[in-house]
């Protein structure tokens, strides 16, 4: 009696569950057609461009889909849209800083260092005083990057037959001329052929062709076998025009004669045409130094 009773309760119990999971089931169909029938809604919205619920709103933005992009999700094609929102981003200032104006370059600069040792024994190249001088450029240029010049110099080197001089010369007048803080420019102005040299005509046509590089105001004109011995003979340009080859040493460091102006000579533009140049005819060496003395 107990057994068929207790069969009987089980009995009712299964019922009850498989009715509850029915229910359940169903509950859940009714949901997902529900909410299946929105999201097609909202789609179908998107799609034909218009809908009940068309009310403006913060979403009121559109971008044609008949772009031609196939297989193109709403989604990128509302970033494209993006550049139409109002923008809350702030404005980057992209205009780079205006560097602060470069300190006028030292009438004495620090880095000199006085009395230099010259020699001649050691092999120079061309390619050593290039690679020894990489701040200067195309030309036998440089710009001191660290002070605004009070002159821009030319340096006229007459030149024919002394490879060898120049190597020496340019080797050591790089060094010098950057401690001494000089935008420059050298300049060889080569002779050609075996007439009869003329010294005064080249430094005339270095200094037409200086001018057309760049605006020089100071001119300093140099023969290629003088070397400085100190870095504090400043090749600058003065009130008057200067001599800087006072004192050589195959004169004994001293003027071979008064009145003497060869050898390193410097003037200003304005100098330069004040004398109206250099003397054209004096062929061979020498009588060109004492024409510029006198004038």
């Known amino acids: 009696m107990s057994r068929l009773m207790l069969g009987r309760t089980l009995e009712r119990i299964c019922k009850a569950v498989l009715l509850l999971c029915l229910v359940h089931f169903l509950i859940m169909m009714i949901l997902y057609f529900d909410v299946y029938s929105q999201r097609f809604d909202i789609f179908s919205r998107f799609n034909n461009g218009r809908g009940a619920n068309s009310s403006r709103g913060p979403h009121h933005y559109y971008y044609n889909f008949s772009s031609g992009r196939p297989n193109t999700t709403f989604a990128s094609y509302l970033a494209t849209a993006d550049h139409l929102l109002p923008s809350t981003k702030p404005e980057v200032n992209h205009t780079p800083p205006t560097p602060k104006p470069l300190p006028p370059c030292p009438e004495a600069p620090p880095g000199l260092v006085g009395r230099l040792l010259i020699e001649f024994s050691s ?157 054209n005819e004096y062929w061979g060496w020498g009588g060109e130094d004492d024409d510029i003395y006198n004038r």
Request: with cysteine; glycine share 8%.
């Open 123 to 279: 092999l120079i190249t061309l390619e050593r005083v290039q690679r020894e001088n990489p701040n200067v450029t195309e030309g036998g240029k440089y710009t001191p990057p660290d002070c605004r010049p009070r002159q821009k110099v030319a340096i006229i080197v007459p030149f024919r037959h002394r490879d060898n001089h120049l190597k020496y010369w340019l080797h050591y007048l790089h060094p010098v001329l950057r401690r001494q803080k000089i935008d420059y420019g050298i300049f060889i102005i080569n002779q050609l052929g075996e007439d009869t040299f003329n010294r005064a005509k080249l430094l005339n046509v270095g200094y037409t062709e200086a001018l057309k590089d760049a605006e020089y105001d100071c001119f300093i004109f140099s023969d290629v076998d003088l070397i400085p011995m100190d870095d504090r003979n400043l090749y600058h340009c003065y009130d008057q025009p200067r001599h800087f080859a006072i004192a050589m040493d195959k004169f004994g460091f001293r003027l071979p004669y008064a009145g003497y102006f060869g050898g390193v000579s410097g003037l200003s533009k304005k100098q330069f045409l004040k004398i109206n140049g250099f003397p």
